[in-house]
C-alpha cells in the first residue's frame, strides 16, 4: 500500500519525499474532503483524490526548491485551504527543519480547518486569522501565494506591508506571461521562473528583488 501512496507522487520525488510525507498529504486529502461537505475549501470540480493530489498537493510542493530554509518563518498570504502553506509544513517536518509556516487567512471557518489539520498532522504553523492588508512592518524569510491575488496586488502589498523578506514565490497562471510583462512595465524585478509540473500554461516565479521604477 505504501509503494502504491509513494507512486502517486513520483513527480516530486526528486526532493526526497518520504514514506511518512506522502501518508501526511495522503491524510491531509482525507481531511480536505471531509471539511469541504461542509464549507467550500477547495473547488468542487477539484475533490476526487487524484485531482487533489495533482492540482493541489503536487502543484504546492512544486515550489520547495525556492523555499529559503535557513529562515525562522515563512509566510502563505490567503492561506484558503491551506495550499501551499500546509504542504511546506509537511515537507518541514520530514526536514526536522524548525522555521513556522505563518497561515494568513481572514475567513475564520477556513482558519478553524487549517488549525484542525495542523494539530492533527502535528504541523509547525501559526494560523492568523487577520486581513493581511491591514497588518504593517512585517518580517519573514519566504513570501507565498497561490490562487489569492494577481501579481501586481501581491507586489503592491508586500512593498507596503513588510518591512523585511527574503523572496517572494508566485503560481502564474495561463495568463501569467502577459502578467509578468505588464508587471515589468512598473516594477525593476530581479527574479528566476520554473515551469510548472503540473500544467503546460503554468509557470512558478521566485522574486528576490523588486523596486518600483519612478513613473
Known sequence: MDSIISKNYSQIQKYDVSRETCNDFESLIALIQEKNREINIISKKTTEKEAIRQRHIIDSAQIID??????????????????PGLIIAIIMKKLKNSMKIKLYEK???????????????????????EDIFKIKNIETGTIMSRAFKPMPIILDLVQKNFGKYKNIILFMGKSGRKILKD???????DYEEKK????????LLNIKNMEKKIQ
Do not use: A
Open 66 to 83: 525556492f523555499v529559503d530554509l535557513n529562515s525562522n518563518t515563512t509566510s502563505d498570504l490567503g492561506s484558503g485551504g491551506g495550499m
Open 196 to 203: 510548472s509540473l503540473t500544467s503546460k500554461d503554468s509557470f
Open 107 to 129: 475567513s475564520y471557518h477556513k482558519c478553524v480547518f487549517l488549525k484542525d489539520v495542523s494539530n492533527k498532522l502535528n504541523l509547525n504553523t501559526e494560523i492568523i486569522q
Open 183 to 189: 508587471s515589468l512595465k512598473i516594477w525593476n524585478l
